[in-house]
């Protein structure tokens, strides 16, 4: 597939009246009138012709930027009304100057494409789900099936330009006297019309029904994730071919358990004895309950990592961790009794007059990490 972009010299972000720029210096230089009568000039002019047909439609453009040639056979050449958008410089010179007689534009198009939101949960993320979305969108007419006729009848070769699409005629440019093409005005550049229109979709060939698409989502989406539904959107006009949907995932906020790509992180409150002495917690996970080990001397912002209890890689296979991040609770408001074991212990331990120890500000690990995905 040429590069229209490159023939006609524009970047592929350019403006319309870029590419309408681009097109008339190149067609003044290359046309047979002005570089003489050089197949290879003649060649070129042709391509840059073909090239401002596509970039200078909307929909065209489009259909060309997803990978697709509109001037192909079958690849929707008169998209969304291309032949309203005639060149501007063929309104000049038209077939008889370069590119020879166009026929009749199809009417089937190919539909477009559409992009769905889809919300689900970490969950769902982790382990992957299947989904029923429901949409509504364009279908084949069940009563035309495609054809835009009313049953029993069909389409009609146009009286005006035969079938062609389009009509010839003499014009006078600043070269002189030239043959000009233009797209019939009788049947819009189909070459055939539609003597009557199928009454359910009003000639079109598609009307508007909800459905439900059956989706698999896999393990390890995350929000911005899309997944595409090849051929699942709506159909074209005259029940051309369906175009793509697009699911993006968005991945609501869970309530306990903060993502950072395939891995989790929580945080785990246990009382001051517990992280002294040691003990075994019961931690409720996504895989279910789940114990976590706390070695005697557990100090506050120690991470323990549970492996293989995270969000599963969504190409690579496996899981992510699980961090589990304690934060060792502070007892207050002590009775008297609790005051004076507490001491007791202080006394056992030497510590009645602790001595202060400076170290570098820190705010720890899960506190670094929630500010970073909090923006701070």
Do not use: W
């Not at 590119?99 to 539909?111: D, H, L, N, S, V």
């Not at 439900?212 to 539904?229: M, S, Y």
């Amino acid at each position: 597939m040429n590069d229209y972009y490159q023939v006609l010299g524009v970047p592929r972000d350019a403006s319309p009246e870029q590419i309408k720029k681009a097109y008339r210096r190149l067609a003044r230089e290359l046309h047979p009138d002005v570089a003489g009568s050089d197949a290879a000039s003649e060649e070129r002019f042709k391509d840059v012709q073909r090239a401002y047909e596509v970039l200078s439609n909307p929909d065209k453009r489009q259909m060309y930027d997803l990978g697709q040639d509109p001037t192909a056979p079958g690849g929707g050449a008169g998209q969304g009304g291309g032949f309203g958008f005639q060149d501007i410089f063929e309104t000049f010179f038209g077939a008889a100057a370069g590119g020879g007689q166009r026929g009749p534009i199809p009417r089937a198009r190919r539909g477009q494409d559409a992009l769905i939101r889809l919300d689900i949960d970490l969950a769902e993320a982790t382990f992957g789900t299947h989904r029923q979305v429901p949409i509504d969108t364009a279908v084949v007419c069940p009563t035309c099936a495609g054809t835009c006729c009313r049953p029993g009848t069909s389409p009609r070769t146009c009286e005006v330009c035969g079938g062609q699409g389009t009509v010839q005629r003499v014009a006078r440019s600043f070269l002189g006297q030239v043959m000009t093409t233009q797209p019939c005005a009788a049947c819009h550049g189909f070459g055939t019309v539609i003597p009557e229109p199928c009454t359910e979709c009003a000639g079109e060939g598609r009307v508007r029904s909800r459905r439900t698409l059956e989706v698999d989502v896999p393990a390890g989406v995350d929000t911005g994730t899309r997944i595409k539904l090849t051929a699942q959107g709506e159909v074209g006009p005259a029940g051309g071919p369906a175009g793509d949907i697009y699911l993006e995932v968005r991945e609501r906020r869970h309530e306990t358990f903060l993502r950072e790509g395939d891995d989790l992180h929580c945080t785990l409150q246990v009382p001051m004895t517990a992280a002294a002495l040691g003990t075994v917690l019961t931690l409720e996970t996504l895989d279910g309950p789940k114990e976590v080990d706390l070695r005697p001397g557990t100090q506050p912002q120690q991470v323990v990592t549970l492996k293989n209890l995270g969000v599963g890689h969504l190409h690579a296979g496996g899981r992510g961790d699980l961090h589990v991040h304690v934060d060792v609770q502070v007892p207050t408001g002590l009775d008297e009794e609790q005051a004076a074991l507490l001491r007791q212990l202080s006394t056992l331990r030497g510590e009645e007059r602790p001595e202060a120890r400076l170290q570098a500000a820190s705010s720890g690990v899960f506190a670094k990490l929630r500010d970073k995905l909090a923006g701070r």
